[in-house]
């Protein structure tokens, strides 16, 4: 919720539910900047604020949100009631602001509920066995929606974001890109994990294993959103290819020339997960003279780091050559549909090629194939992919 | 607490009573103007937001300054847990906005005590039995503080505010008011009734109630403050009057020529009290002719409301008239030594008649003696009687 007049349009859309009959319990976070203020207080004042005061301290942020909400909507007469983690009680485990929820008491919400009272219910927050308030991490305010909707048996998850549903890709890139009526919870994932960030992925992996249908709407238009559910919709042809994701956050790290011996592989990437350092796309090539490369990609801003790691492993391996590449992206095209179907990733690489676009490394599963590519052509492969795999608008000649 | 800076201050002074071997609980307030910016959002959203969710919204402001305060505790090396009124256990009453304490669980800061841990503790909060976030008025950090040090039997309830001390009356009338070494609770409720802010009644009266040692203390500079307690303190002369305290914000009203029949009292202060206006000095006096004249005083700000109130009694009570009086002050000499000492009244009556200070309406009790006068002799009045009793600092000549 951005400011004052957001919280009274929000107060409006749910009288609107509660008129229409429905029960209504609503998640929310905190006023835009006001978490980025807290951080900024605790900065201030260490370097290393104690994990458990840091939550003690940014948990305040959707307190202040919940209580402005319940007092909007008792203004325009829909009675209502707001509740912190702690106060519901969400029980976490202790892992302070990266806690996960373990327990949901919906007894006092289901007896306000009865009394015909909306709730309101700070996000991104609980408590753990011993009474500490904890949080989710951020963005987790998704997650406790979710939550609550699998606790109180909700008919559906409505999560109002800054977009008005998911994009077959990013519209910024693709102009005829298209609004999915729906998608299953696994293309969801795939498209969250490789870089489409209109949903927290914890909150997508929760919805699926409590089966609760989740639905993508924008907070500031009208619209039906995206249903992000467990079926693939019988009644519609499914197309092959659902959408297509991409970053350009990763960056490419090679080490050449190393021996191919067993446990080489873990003798590379042990002292990286060591180091912390999150390892996407992994490939590993024989080459001809007994020796083999390992290529991976990391965040954009651990190759520093993760190239310092490779240059000590690289003495000990008597490795050749430490490579890498800051400007790559990566291309992923995702679909439940290609289960059934051969020949996505034959069509894949064919347009690419018809655009004399290298494929640097290629990793697939299931339903997703992935290939990373120069950044410079990122762009123009996935405006290529997204017509290729018939995803264009249809109406988008004439646009 | 004021900034970052002043937390950090904070913190020093309290890791200075750690290494001396204290167990130490700490009560916190919000920082300067968090309260007012809290306060200021609701007032954007509502006319009149449901106290129970001003509960929710405030208390966020001691909440960040709990954490905080703990962040900068644990950056020194001071092992320091914060606690929100729910976490401590603080329970009160339901009556939101304005909750009273009715128990308090000691158990969990015991524990921390034990493990040589601070415990930082939200002032102004508590918790009621329905779960319910209370508060207990604004200003009530004190009587969680003194609340806590009676439920935990500490030796003394130190309170950190931006004066040295109480002083036998306000430094800036009488430039050689004293800084008072004791004081007894009687002595500083009666103190504080008449306008001497330096803390809140209820804290008193708690610390009063349950046998707290109490002291004021300055946030800013080093100094023993002043110590509030039930006795006496025997080893010293104890001076007749303790200290001499005076307002300015009430008004008189009177109400002339009304029949002297029982009950007449209660007609006209009836509606008074049931238009929430609250009455401080009562004088009724007989007049000659069978007719009566009641005076009472009220806070200047409600003289016109109590005004038109008397104006309705007026007509029933076919009263002659009714005069009203706002530049009216009330000096009041206040000391347990009274109790032993005649002559304190007549005292104070022929210092005020020196210098021709007409006294207005008299009212006593045990160990005060209250005086309204007209406004412009206030500062006139409050040194001569400062001088007259005895409460010049002994240096003043040479200062």
Redesign the interface.
């Known amino acids: 919720m951005g400011s004052?007049e957001r919280?009274?349009a929000v107060a409006q859309k749910i009288a609107g539910f509660r008129a229409r009959g429905d029960d209504v319990v609503v998640v929310v976070s905190a006023m835009s900047g006001e978490t980025n203020r807290?951080i900024e207080?605790?900065n201030?004042?260490?370097g290393s604020?104690?994990p458990?005061?840091?939550d003690?301290?940014v948990?305040?942020g959707e307190?202040?949100a919940?209580?402005?909400l319940?007092?909007?909507l008792?203004?325009i007469s829909c009675p209502a009631?707001?509740y912190?983690g702690?106060?519901v009680r969400i029980l976490t485990d202790d892992s302070h602001t990266k806690a996960r929820i373990e327990e949901i008491d919906v007894h006092?919400m289901q007896a306000d509920l009865s009394l015909g009272r909306v709730i309101i219910v700070a996000g991104f927050q609980g408590v753990d066995a011993d009474?500490?308030?904890t949080t989710l991490g951020r963005g987790g305010s998704d997650t406790t929606a979710v939550a609550l909707a699998a606790a109180l048996q909700a008919e559906e998850c409505q999560i109002y974001t800054d977009v008005d549903g998911v994009y077959t890709t990013d519209p910024r890139v693709v102009d005829n890109a298209q609004r999915l009526e729906r998608i299953t919870f696994e293309e969801m994932l795939e498209m969250a994990s490789q870089g489409s960030k209109v949903l927290q992925i914890r909150a997508v992996e929760f919805a699926g294993k409590y089966k609760v249908p989740l639905r993508v709407l924008s907070s500031f238009e009208e619209g039906p959103g995206t249903l992000i559910t467990l079926e693939e919709g019988e009644d519609m042809e499914k197309p092959v290819v659902s959408g297509i994701a991409f970053n350009r956050d990763e960056a490419k790290l090679t080490i050449q020339g190393i021996p191919d011996t067993p446990g080489v592989a873990y003798r590379i990437l042990g002292p990286i997960s060591e180091a912390n350092i999150e390892v996407d796309v992994i490939v590993q090539n024989i080459s001809e003279d007994g020796t083999t490369a390992l290529t991976f990609t990391v965040h954009r801003d651990e190759m520093k780091k993760a190239e310092d790691v490779l240059a000590e492993i690289a003495g000990d391996l008597q490795a050749s050559s430490v490579v890498t590449d800051a400007h790559i992206a990566k291309v992923s095209l995702v679909g439940v549909g290609m289960r059934s179907h051969a020949g996505v990733a034959s069509q894949m690489f064919g347009t690419l090629a018809r655009h004399n676009i290298n494929i640097q490394m290629i990793t697939t599963s299931e339903i997703k194939v992935t290939v990373i590519i120069e950044e410079k052509y990122l762009e123009l492969a996935v405006r290529a992919l997204h017509s290729s795999f018939d995803l264009d608008a249809p109406d988008s000649v004439e646009n």
Do not use: F, H
């Open positions: 004052i919280i009274e807290l207080l605790a201030d004042i260490s604020p104690p458990r005061e840091m003690v301290l948990s305040t307190q202040v919940i209580a402005l319940a007092m909007a008792e203004k009631r707001s912190t702690a106060q006092r009474g500490n308030i």
